[in-house]
């Protein structure tokens, strides 16, 4: 069985393959999809899409596109601020969603693409790339089986030069560097990877506290580096995000790091860097460390999409990280970043409306 799908947006370059595969080049690889539509405003994309996937109907407007084909399931490829319109308008047709990450540019926004999809029962996903990486799995299985303790503290670092040094096209630059349009800056592009992790591993936090601005980049109105504190009952977590780490994409191995740390009472793991395929384990049996490789994924894991029309196919809910639920916590933590950015104090969770709401 195939799924009909169509794209809602294609200025994410998260779509195309400028750090990896790409989600559409995942999504026809998985052969469960058959690529019959997509939309955006600008005709060169519309154009790249027809020579590149053969994508016969294309429209400026996905309004248009929702409207007139008939689909199992939309790409939503959109600027943040535009997503939570696009599910509503989808879910309402019955239209499943796969939402190129972060979920939207803002709380409100996550709050309205989960109650679009339990209202007309659709299935959703949000596709963080890396997520379906053995070692994020590998690094859940210890924390589940308890090889690591409990667990007290976490540690994560996303960063690179800036967008327009990091290979971003224009169109993504367009609305990356709109404060609006994207939901901020450098936090909610990178923060929101490890805030993803620190909701899977231990919850939502109590509280946050958050430190940042615009320090380096004169070209934008958001923060170019930004640092978050998650407090919770028992362990803390930090978050960083930067767009002015210098030369990172030729000299991440001369970073410090680490891009993922996991401490418990028992053990520790450490991912290193993102292009490592091993990560390191300090245990009891292991205490001067040892490198583990996590085994492969199932092939119905073999990446998002496919993930994604498993469960469409086959009827089983979204599991976190990627469902719905979890990744609308994200954007709270993100959100109580921001205002605490702007409040210059910790924000408690869960967050109450700001004055004038």
């Avoid at 971003?168 to 709109?178: G, I, R, T, V």
């Avoid at 891009?259 to 028992?266: F, Q, T, W």
């Avoid at 001067?288 to 086959?314: H, R």
């Avoid at 921001?338 to 408690?348: D, G, I, Q």
Wanted: glycine content about 8%; overall charge negative.
């Amino acid at each position: 069985m195939q799924l009909k799908v169509g794209v809602a947006g294609l200025c994410s370059d998260h779509l195309w393959p400028v750090w990896g595969k790409g989600i559409l080049r995942e999504t026809m690889e998985s052969e469960m999809y058959q690529m019959v539509a997509a939309a955006d405003k600008n005709a060169p994309l519309l154009d790249r899409i027809r020579k590149e996937y053969g994508v016969k109907n294309t429209y400026f407007s996905y309004e248009e596109m929702l409207k007139k084909e008939d689909l199992d399931v939309v790409i939503v490829g959109t600027p943040n601020s535009e997503k939570a319109d696009v599910v509503e308008i989808a879910a309402e047709r019955g239209i499943h969603v796969l939402i190129d990450k972060p979920m939207s540019a803002n709380l409100e926004q996550a709050e309205r693409i989960v109650s679009a999809a339990k209202r007309y029962n659709i299935k959703g996903l949000v596709y963080y790339p890396g997520f379906f990486d053995p070692k994020s799995l590998e690094i859940h299985r210890l924390i589940k089986e308890g090889v690591l303790g409990e667990i007290f503290q976490i540690e994560g670092r996303v960063s690179n030069p800036g967008p327009e040094l990091h290979g971003c096209s224009k169109y993504f630059l367009e609305w990356l560097f709109d404060k609006e349009k994207n939901g901020g800056g450098a936090l909610i592009d990178y923060g929101c990877y490890t805030a993803l992790y620190c909701r899977w591993f231990l919850g939502q936090p109590l509280g946050v506290m958050g430190i940042g601005g615009r320090f380096v980049k004169d070209i934008i109105e958001a923060e170019d580096n930004a640092v978050l504190l998650l407090r919770y009952p028992k362990a803390i977590s930090i978050i960083q995000a930067s767009w002015s780490e210098y030369a990172a994409d030729t000299a991440w191995k001369h970073y410090p790091g680490p891009k993922l740390a996991v401490y418990g009472s028992e053990g520790a793991v450490i991912w290193h860097h993102w292009n490592d395929e091993t990560l390191s384990l300090v245990t009891k049996e292991h205490p001067e460390g040892t490198a583990i490789k996590p085994s492969t994924l199932p092939e119905e894991m073999k990446n998002p999409p496919t993930y994604l029309a498993n469960c469409i196919i086959n009827d089983k809910p979204v599991a976190e990280p990627l469902n719905l639920e979890l990744c609308r916590d994200v954007q709270e933590i993100l959100e109580a970043g921001y205002r605490s950015l702007k409040l210059k104090r910790e924000v408690e969770l869960p967050i109450q409306p700001a004055k004038g709401e």
